[in-house]
């Protein structure tokens, strides 16, 4: 476990992009994520986690946030609309040190195809970039093209695909899935990055 330190650069707490607000989450979000998206079948069926089948499994999703938060220099932030405060998904930074990090995004279904993904994305590159990662990267299922245009549009390389990876809980059981591993450089952090996907 990591411990913080005076010297680390914490992250904001609340990111600002021309159509979202990206917040750490809170105790009273546990609903609105549960109802939006973290329960929808269609939302979840390629995210490394399994879906919410009641808020107390989105409560205890906001109990680990809170410990990134506590931990690491930032954790999951909570994507919102800007124009209403409507919970749109979530994204967010996971740390393995304080140069390496793991990014990704969630969105409810009526936030698909709008450009919401490449917007929250360039954000965490930002955040990334801004706490001194050097190394952010993405682990994507091989066939879900969607995350994978993302990814590629914000600058991500693919570095290679790990075959038979991963059960992905939200998948049939019982079945390891290919998963495509996405990373980039972040050039202001200073250094350069020398692991391979982790």
Not at 41 to 64: I, K, N, Q
Not at 89 to 107: C, D, I, N, P
Not at 157 to 173: D, I, K, Q, T
Request: with cysteine.
């Amino acid at each position: 476990r990591h411990k913080m330190d005076a010297a680390v650069i914490r992250a904001p707490r609340i990111v600002t992009t021309a159509r979202l607000l990206l917040r750490r989450p809170e105790a009273a979000d546990a609903e609105a994520i549960f109802s939006r998206y973290s329960s929808d079948a269609r939302v979840t069926r390629y995210v490394g986690w399994p879906a919410h089948r009641t808020v107390e499994d989105t409560r205890a999703f906001l109990a680990f946030s809170d410990d990134q938060w506590d931990t690491w220099p930032a954790g999951p932030y909570l994507a919102c609309s800007r124009a209403d405060g409507t919970v749109l998904g979530s994204t967010g930074l996971m740390f393995e040190t304080l140069q390496t990090a793991m990014t990704g995004y969630v969105l409810a279904t009526d936030a698909w195809g709008r450009g919401y993904a490449t917007e929250a994305l360039e954000a965490m590159i930002a955040v990334a970039r801004n706490t001194g990662v050097h190394r952010l990267y993405a682990l994507c299922h091989a066939e879900h093209r969607a995350s994978a245009y993302v990814l590629e549009k914000c600058g991500f390389v693919l570095e290679g695909r790990r075959r038979a990876h991963a059960e992905f809980p939200n998948l049939p059981s019982g079945e390891t899935q290919d998963v495509n591993c996405y990373a980039r450089t972040l050039e202001n952090a200073g250094g350069t990055a020398v692991a391979k996907c982790s």
